[in-house]
């Protein structure tokens, strides 16, 4: 027993990280173990077991000292928790309008919005300027917020879907320059 103070000392410390907490601590686990002594069998670590001992000691301490409160006195939002029905109807909902974007508008979204990508480096990757890009998101983000709070009927979002009439525009000259699916995505956000 003398021969192990040391360390159960070293890590009563480690474990309270106090002085004065660790004597107390290695002083119970050593009278817990003189206590349990015919449970030592000999041939084993001693040191392991008298380690042992230590460390269950403090949890047991750091279990008792853990605040309770009666359950009249508790705040109703901690005994309250969702079943997750809500979040799980909220995904496939928000699955099933993603799928409803195109392909170029989705990918966007997912490099800026999941994967974390800075506009920068997606607008290199996909050759747009940044600012294209914001706004083509910014669009996104807006198209995917009517659809899911249900503020207006959204317009869909396919090829070939034809602008507003009060708001019939065309591409500007400089846009036939442009790639065949930078004018798509164009053609469909001309509202």
């Known amino acids: 027993m003398m021969a192990a103070l040391p360390s159960l000392r070293q890590q009563a410390l480690a474990l309270t990280r106090n002085r004065s907490d660790s004597d107390d601590l290695v002083q119970t686990a050593v009278?817990?173990?003189?206590?349990?002594?015919?449970s030592f069998e000999p041939g084993t670590n001693f040191r392991a077991w008298?380690?042992?001992?230590?460390?269950?000691?403090?949890?047991?301490?750091?279990?008792?000292?853990?605040?309770?409160?009666?359950?009249?006195?508790?705040?109703?939002?901690?005994?309250?928790?969702s079943?997750?029905?809500?979040?799980?109807?909220?995904?496939?909902?928000?699955?099933?309008?993603?799928?409803?974007?195109?392909?170029?508008?989705?990918?966007?979204l997912m490099m800026?919005?999941?994967?974390?990508v800075s506009y920068e480096d997606a607008s290199v990757q996909m050759g747009i300027p940044v600012g294209t890009l914001k706004a083509r998101v910014s669009r996104t983000r807006a198209q995917l917020r009517i659809w899911i709070q249900g503020e207006a009927a959204a317009r869909p979002l396919v090829k070939g879907a034809r602008p507003r009439a009060r708001l019939d525009l065309k591409l500007a000259p400089e846009a036939s320059r442009t790639s065949q699916t930078d004018r798509e995505f164009h053609?469909?956000?001309l509202t």
């Open 50 to 81: 008298m380690g042992s001992i230590l460390r269950n000691r403090f949890l047991s301490d750091c279990r008792r000292r853990r605040p309770t409160a009666s359950i009249e006195d508790a705040p109703p939002a901690s005994l309250a928790r």
């Open 112 to 116: 800026i919005s999941v994967q974390g």
């Open 31 to 38: 009278a817990n173990a003189l206590a349990a002594k015919n």
């Open 187 to 189: 053609g469909m956000w």
């Open 83 to 108: 079943g997750g029905q809500e979040e799980s109807l909220a995904m496939k909902e928000l699955h099933h309008h993603l799928a409803r974007l195109p392909a170029g508008q989705r990918l966007l």
